[in-house]
C-alpha cells in the first residue's frame, strides 16, 4: 500500500495566523482525503482533493478556510487559515489503497491553536 | 446521509474474546471498514466487507449483515496492545469516500 509523509507533524500557532499541512504520497493516486479529528472524537472529512480540479468539500467546510492544492499525482497541500482554539485537532489526509480496498492515513498534523 | 452508532468505550480481561458492534443507516453502501487507532497514531486498516458473512483475520474477525445494518468486529486473545480506540467506517454507494462512526474504546486490562 501507499506511503504518505505528512508535515508537521504537530505545531502550536497563535489565532488568527494560517498553517500549511503537506502530504506527500509514494505512489500516484487519483483522489486524496482530508480529515480532521476534534479531540477525543472520530474523523470527519473536510474534503477530497482531485487532480487538475477544485476540491470537493463536505457540508460545514468552505474553501475560504480550508483552502487545498493538488498540484500533481503525488502531492497536496491543506490550509487551515485565520485560525481560531476551535480548529485545534488533528488533521488527516488519506489515500485509497491500490489494487485494493481500503485506505492508507498519513500520521496526522496535532494543531494547537493558542 | 449516514448515521453510525457504535458503543462508546468498552473493557475486557487479557486473554478473552471482546465483540464491538456497529449499526448504520446509509443512503446507499459499498463497504464497511473496521479501522483501530491508538492514541496519538493514525488508523490503521484492520478489515473491510461488502458481503454478507464472516471474513476472519487471524485474531480479528468482521462480520457484516447488509439487511440489517450491521457488522461487529471480533478480537480474540485479546493481548494489552488491543488497548485502542476501533472505528466502524462506511463508504457510501458510487462515493470513494469513508464515513466513520465515533469510535470504541477498547481498554484490555490484565
Known amino acids: 500500500s501507499a506511503v504518505i509523509s505528512q508535515k508537521p507533524s504537530r505545531d502550536i500557532c497563535q489565532r488568527g495566523t494560517s498553517l500549511t499541512i503537506q502530504c506527500q504520497v509514494d505512489s500516484q493516486v487519483t483522489m486524496m482525503f482530508w480529515y480532521r479529528q476534534q479531540p477525543g472524537q472520530s474523523l470527519t472529512l473536510i474534503a477530497t482533493a482531485n487532480q487538475g480540479s477544485e476540491a470537493t468539500y463536505e457540508s460545514g467546510f468552505v474553501i475560504d478556510k480550508f483552502p487545498i492544492s493538488r498540484p500533481n499525482l503525488t502531492f497536496s497541500t491543506l490550509t487551515v487559515s485565520n485560525m481560531s482554539p476551535e480548529d485545534s485537532s488533528i488533521y488527516l489526509c488519506?489515500?485509497?489503497?491500490?489494487?485494493?480496498?481500503?485506505?492508507?492515513f498519513g500520521s496526522g498534523t496535532r494543531l494547537t491553536v493558542v | 446521509g449516514q448515521n453510525i452508532d457504535q458503543p462508546t468505550e468498552m473493557t475486557a480481561t487479557e486473554g478473552a474474546i471482546v465483540q464491538i458492534n456497529c449499526t448504520y443507516q446509509t443512503s446507499g453502501f459499498n463497504g464497511l471498514f473496521w479501522y483501530q487507532q491508538h492514541a496519538g497514531e493514525a488508523p490503521t486498516f484492520l478489515s473491510y466487507n461488502v458481503l454478507d458473512g464472516l471474513e476472519e483475520k487471524g485474531r480479528f474477525s468482521s462480520f457484516l449483515s447488509r439487511s440489517k445494518g450491521y457488522s461487529y468486529l471480533l478480537l480474540k486473545e485479546l493481548q494489552m496492545k488491543d488497548s485502542a480506540s476501533y472505528l466502524c467506517?462506511?463508504?457510501?454507494?458510487?462515493?470513494?469516500?469513508?464515513?466513520f462512526g465515533k469510535g470504541t474504546m477498547l481498554l484490555v486490562s490484565p
Open positions: 467506517a462506511v463508504r457510501g454507494q458510487g462515493y470513494s469516500t469513508l464515513t
Open positions: 488519506s489515500v485509497p489503497v491500490q489494487g485494493a480496498d481500503g485506505y492508507t
